[in-house]
């Protein structure tokens, strides 16, 4: 394929069983590039190789006195440089056609699995691990492909060269047949600490990677109180531990360069000095000897491929592990049934009992808000396959379907630095929390986005073998993936904006009942659109018009949350599953964005998986699920009364007392 014709219409379906077979599968996938770029590379080795012939050939006329052979030695000189001109050329290109055209595949590859598994994917490998793989991983696998046609053409040069040599100069041919084979093996008890080294700093960049990450998807929290030193101290240290990697790493590759530079460099003093011998005896002639010193001088510049390609490889197949480990992770696709319509009626989940009636807005409330987050993603049927259980050599946060995000992280960090400044003065306003409800994090707990949570991928992943969550019935397991997303809709804590316009944003499929205005009237985006208004660049000042920044960065937290909801209004489910869509949002807009979604769901089922009051109170149902089984279900003004764990989770009580029912707090002041 050339570069031109990218993307690839289909990247294929890889081996994922190991990172050698993810590297045979892509190899074969480029045949043809590949043997595109040996052919240029052979011709391109052996016109380098028969460059000593010519000049042996025109030295020898030269001491000889014979000028028409020295005139044929240098047309064939002039012939050679040509060829060899010409195929560098050729082989450049192909090279680099076959790096981009296989980093592209790969590219299309993990694009489509991040499509097929959705949000789900960072729950088992951490969102710098991703971004390392889709970087840094593919840059070494497309280097691995791309050395490899000329490491063949040198290696097939070089046999050539040994043989010729063998054959020209028996004696000398031997001495060097001998010595390069040496030459190129010597380098190999290297590889392996060199390796090490390699993938340690490409670990401890991972980890800064990630940090930086999280510092700047949490920088309004962080200062908000006053935790930017603090980070930015973990990211100097994390900074300087990739510093020292780099050194050690870079210290044993230069090693290897020596050597192969070293050893070489021997072997032609040795050939040279045992030639001179030969030569002043008589039994090689000075034309000979220069040949076969222009030879062993050739034999030097497929060496240095070994060497690129012994690199490549030790670092391509690390990278190819990691890749395939990301590739391999699945979720259903296809279902026993095949329906034209999504079906209606009650959510059920046979797991925790709960039971969302059709027509009506059920809000959801869990003890634990990471099972919260894990309920979400069951709601919406083809979960992806159970993780694999805890590895003895790490944490027990790792390794493991934790569900933590970015802002969990960044908020217990909040909460570590907010403990060791003092309280604020009686009757000073206290900061805002966001995502009341989560438990308090211990700040010294391991971190959660170790790139070692990667390596449980590798571990046998089991099919989920729970009851399916069924919709009317209906196993949503059973259906297609496509038709169980169109019929229920999740939108997680964290929703993405993608960059573009805000018209573009709203531009989804949908069912067409809820207009995109009606959608941001009932989520309560005035001030959004006014102030993308005031940033637009159209004359007219269309905020459908006005451009988004990657991920809503110019934008609140609680705009971006309502943006986000007011795109799934707009794509309007028959089920829609809303993860704490108000957490980041103050009391007095929540009131009304409840209010609007209550209206415009009308007839519709809507979960909200909530704690706050607001939502809470103008819910139709209250399902209380604590320990992952439903433990209460009642509307929320009746749960506050009669379940003291429920209203210890609502009003943040810590400590519920088994008493008398206090009187009824009003929404204002729970709030």
Known sequence: MRIRD???????????????????????????????????????????????????????????????????????????????????????????????????????????????????????????EIVAVSTGDLERIGW?????????????????????????????????????????????????????????????????????????????????????????????????????????????????????????????????????????????AIGELVTVYGAVSFLLYPLRH??????????????????????????????????????????????????????????????????????????????????????????????????????????????????????????EPTPPRHGAGRPDTDPTAPDHHDPARLDTVNSPVEPDSSPSVALGGTPLDDLPRDTARAAVLVQDKDPVLLSGTLGELLDVPASGRVTATAALDAAHCGDVLAALARASADDRADPMRSRLTERGRSLSGGQRQRLALARSLVADPEVLVLDEPTSAVDAHTEARVADGLRDIRTGRTTVVLTSSPLLLDRADQVVFVQGGKVAGEAPHRKLLVTHPEYRAVVTRDPAPVASAPRAEPTIEETA
């Open 144 to 284: 691995f492909v791309e050395a490899l046609s000329r490491f063949t053409a040198a290696l097939v040069a070089s046999v050539g060269v040994c043989l010729a040599l063998v054959g020209y100069q028996p004696t000398l041919g031997l001495i060097v047949a001998l010595g390069t084979p040496v030459l190129a093996l010597a380098v190999l008890p290297l590889l392996p600490p060199a390796t090490r080294r390699a993938d340690d700093q490409r670990d401890k960049a991972g980890r800064a990677t990630e940090l930086a990450s999280d510092t700047v998807a949490g920088l309004r929290v962080l200062r908000g109180i006053g935790g930017e030193d603090l980070f930015l101290g973990r990211y100097r240290d994390a900074s300087q531990e990739v510093r020292r990697a780099a050194v050690r790493s870079a210290r044993m590759w230069s090693l290897i360069s020596a050597v192969q530079v070293a050893l070489p460099g021997l072997l032609l003093i040795a050939v040279v000095w045992y030639g001179v011998r030969l030569a002043l005896d008589g039994s090689i």
């Open 306 to 427: 070994f060497e690129e390609v012994t690199m490549s490889w030790s670092f391509s197949l690390p990278s190819a592990g990691r890749t395939a480990r990301v590739l391999a992770l699945s979720r259903p696709v296809e279902g026993r049934l095949t329906a034209a319509e999504p079906p209606t009626g009650d959510l059920h989940d046979p797991v925790s009992g709960l039971t969302a009636r059709a027509g009506q807005l059920t809000a959801v409330v869990c003890g634990d808000p990471d099972a919260a987050g894990r309920l979400a993603d069951r709601l919406g049927g083809h979960p992806l396959h159970t993780a694999p259980p805890p590895r003895p050599d790490l944490p027990p946060d790792l390794g493991a379907d934790t569900g933590t995000d970015v802002e969990a992280g960044i908020e217990a960090e909040a909460d570590a630095v907010a403990a060791t400044n003092p309280a604020p003065p009686a009757g």
């Open 6 to 128: 990218l993307p690839h219409p289909d990247p294929g379906v890889p081996d994922v069983r190991s990172g050698g077979r993810f590297l045979a599968w892509l190899c074969r996938q480029q045949r043809g590039g590949l043997l595109k770029a040996l052919f240029w590379g052979l011709v391109h080795m052996g016109s380098l190789a028969a460059f000593p012939l010519p000049v042996g050939l025109a030295v020898q006329a030269a001491v000889d006195g014979r000028g028409s052979r020295l005139v044929l030695a240098g047309g064939v000189l002039a012939l050679l440089g040509t060829a060899v001109a010409v195929s560098d050329i050729m082989l450049h290109r192909a090279s680099v056609t076959n790096w981009i055209v296989t980093v592209a595949r790969m590219q299309q590859l993990l694009s489509r699995k991040t499509a097929e598994l959705g949000g789900a994917m960072t729950r088992r490998v951490a969102a710098g």
